[in-house]
């Protein structure tokens, strides 16, 4: 059986919480003449080579900039392809490109002038500007809207000010004043306003909390917080080299080969940009924390090898993909023991730690924070429910990846977390990554209430995910260091080594996640990115399938355990045509006496790109219809990959006995991969 379509699939913080924050991982490749690392295999596996064409292209800032004027152009158009209507329109967001010249186009939504949060759209086109797929953050229709408030703003003002203050903030009015907007994250379009209160919050960190208010009936809808936690001379890295600029007799740290990466003191305060480093010898630090220049030679030298990683490994320049570099500050505060990301000033900022005596600038947290800029501007990962854990777990996963590949003997990689800033003060890693849980907090698994826990432990799952595809389940020493995966199934999970993980998230963060992803939608991403670059039924998408059921998302292929009973399978593919006639996959019951049972168990596996258009029934030999799933503009995820338990007493068991699925809705398609009956 096939386990993604053969066309393309499809599928939005502070760095600690309590005692959370970002992770670090293991090196398993090798570094080539241009930077660059190639995959290392699992011992006793083949290396397969990614399909050249479906790699991100390496875009210049001018080539990027071309493609979103295109893009622009043709915004009009595509929204009529679409079937958007009369008061909706796109705004281009950003765009990527494979090598082969496959396209996607992340836009944003308006409606009759008013922003839509939770609107977003990822758009693929081949290379010769066919559409090939679209996936949107919300599948609701945006229509009917009254665009007239029945609540005045000084209500979601006041609202956003009370929640502010539970989160510390003393701000007696809004950093940015209600605006009206239309809210369709969670379903139904919403008139509302949003609100954004700054101050700071508990712990000293800025805050930007945004709040979402009914515009018609006052409730609160929604809220998330829009910081994201978390030769030189250096405290973690020894003596490196630092990208700087000359003026006269003066240097600074100016990265003009990286974007003019900046580097400034805030010099213990708590606002502005502060002073830009500057010195006459172009030697920063001491590498003790007494010297203000050694925090700052860490933080920059991490930048550094963030962007190089980017730019050498996934071909993109910079954060935002345009040239321009980020900056960041050190220093902040007094015993600040946290480290954070702001979209609005398009920076990284650094605490100084306990005594201000291990500042939080390791190559890991570096990595960790500049990625929430890269997830800003590409899926946008709402920093909120199972997309917020996503949002954390995915700064996890590239702070291993850029510790790899750095592949500095004082920073070896490794599967621990903040092993060298030491927040827990005991000398203990905040989090692992091969048992997330082990921090306390972190979850191990996926389960049906995830969505309710704190972001940076609702990141267990995935980065628990990531480990199992890099390095496989089991007892095994990296570089040093002992590791014992657990899977939720005690079935094993075979690695295919780190470097190919990381390109299977980077591009389904690029090229297949919005803003709602949950971990359904990973999943459905993942998948199909690996399909596209290694092939259907290779044993990299195995591999994917087979970690993710690991960690509680999903099947694995094949079901993995023998079943318990008498089973009646059919294997073949049935492909449903988007939006057309229902289709059926037979099976012949045989061999059983008297009726079906009253807990008649139905394999349900339909590989599709967005589950809320399906209508699936189970029909009887005499044509009785049990109905297994309804259509829903709100079930978001990807895939039907179920057992249901069907009341079929009152049938004969045996006979030809049918998995009927319909397509309700345009622009999304799949197939039914398998289904099965099961007979006690």
């Known amino acids: 059986m096939r386990s993604t379509p053969s066309r393309r699939a499809t599928a939005t913080g502070a760095l600690i919480a309590a005692a959370a924050m970002l992770v670090v991982g293991v090196q398993t490749g090798s570094a080539t003449a241009d930077g660059s690392r190639t995959a290392a295999a699992p011992k006793g596996q083949t290396a397969a080579q990614a399909d050249p064409g479906a790699l991100p292209a390496d875009l210049s800032p001018a080539q990027r900039t071309a493609l979103i004027r295109a893009a622009d152009a043709g915004k009009a158009a595509k929204a009529k392809e679409l079937g958007l209507g009369a008061q909706e329109k796109l705004v281009v967001r950003d765009v990527v490109q494979d090598r082969d010249g496959t396209t996607h186009t992340r836009y944003e939504r308006t409606y009759a002038g008013l922003p839509v949060l939770g609107g977003d759209l990822l758009v693929t086109e081949n290379g010769s500007g066919r559409t090939e797929s679209v996936a949107k953050a919300s599948r609701a229709e945006l229509k009917n809207v009254d665009t007239t408030a029945d609540v005045a703003p000084a209500a979601a003002e006041r609202q956003a000010l009370t929640a502010a203050r539970a989160e510390g903030s003393k701000a007696s009015e809004p950093e940015r004043a209600p605006r009206k907007v239309v809210w369709l994250a969670q379903g139904k379009p919403v008139l509302a306003y949003e609100t954004v209160v700054g101050g700071l919050q508990h712990d000293g960190t800025p805050n930007e909390l945004h709040v979402v208010t009914d515009a018609a009936t006052g409730a609160k809808l929604y809220e998330w917080q829009a ?112 480290a954070f990301w702001q979209d609005s000033c398009f920076c990284m900022t650094y605490g100084d730690g306990s005594g201000n005596a291990k500042p939080l600038t390791s190559i890991d947290v570096a990595a960790h924070e500049m990625t929430h800029g890269l997830t800003s501007v590409t899926a946008k990962l709402v920093y909120s429910g199972e997309s917020g854990g996503l949002n954390e777990a995915t700064s996890d996963i590239f702070a291993a990846a850029v510790e790899f590949y750095a592949n500095n003997p004082k920073d070896v990689g490794d599967y621990l977390v903040g092993e060298k800033v030491d927040i827990r003060g005991n000398g203990t890693p905040l989090r692992y990554m091969d048992k997330p849980s082990k921090d306390g907090s972190s979850k191990d698994y996926w389960y049906s209430g995830i969505g309710s826990v704190d972001v940076h432990y609702s990141s267990g799952p995935a980065n628990h995910w990531f480990y199992l595809l890099s390095e496989g389940s089991g007892a095994k020493t990296v570089n040093g260091v002992t590791y014992d995966s657990p899977t939720s199934d005690g079935l094993p999970v075979t690695g295919i080594g780190r470097d190919k993980a990381a390109l299977i998230w980077f591009k389904a963060l690029t090229t297949k996640f919005t803003s709602t992803t ?96 399906l209508v699936v029934d189970l029909v009887a030999p005499d044509g009785t219809a049990y109905r297994l799933k309804n259509s829903s503009s709100n079930d978001s995820a990807d895939n039907v990959q179920e057992t249901y338990t069907v009341d079929a007493s009152s049938e004969v068991a045996n006979g030809t006995w049918q998995l009927r699925a319909q397509d309700t809705a345009r622009y999304d398609t799949g197939y039914i991969n398998g289904f099965k009956l099961t007979f006690p």
């Open 227 to 338: 910081v994201h936690n978390g030769t030189g001379n250096t405290q973690y890295s020894g003596q490196v080299t630092l990208g700087t600029a000359q003026s006269g007799s003066s240097y600074t740290l100016t990265d003009s080969a990286r974007g003019s990466h900046k580097t400034y003191n805030l010099n213990r305060g708590s606002s502005g940009t502060g002073t830009l480093f500057s010195g006459a010898d172009d030697v920063w630090g001491d590498g003790t924390p007494t010297n203000l220049e050694t925090a700052g030679a860490d933080a920059h030298y991490g930048a550094a090898l963030t962007w190089d990683y980017y730019k050498n490994v996934h071909g993109r320049s910079g954060i935002r993909g345009d040239g321009v570099g980020a900056y960041s500050r050190v220093h902040y505060g007094n015993n600040y023991v946290n």
């Open 518 to 613: 949950n971990y359904a939608g990973a999943r459905t991403g993942t998948v199909a990115v690996a399909t596209e670059l290694y092939g259907a039924g290779s044993a990299e998408v195995k591999a994917v399938e087979n970690a993710w059921a690991g960690v509680n998302v999903g099947a694995r292929p094949g079901g993995g355990e023998p079943p318990v009973g008498k089973v009646f399978e059919n294997a073949a593919d049935v492909n449903i045509p988007d939006a057309g006639a229902a289709v059926s996959s037979s099976v012949a019951v045989t061999g059983i006496t008297g009726n079906a049972p009253a807990a008649l168990k139905v394999g349900v596996d339909i590989v599709h790109t967005w589950r809320g258009d």
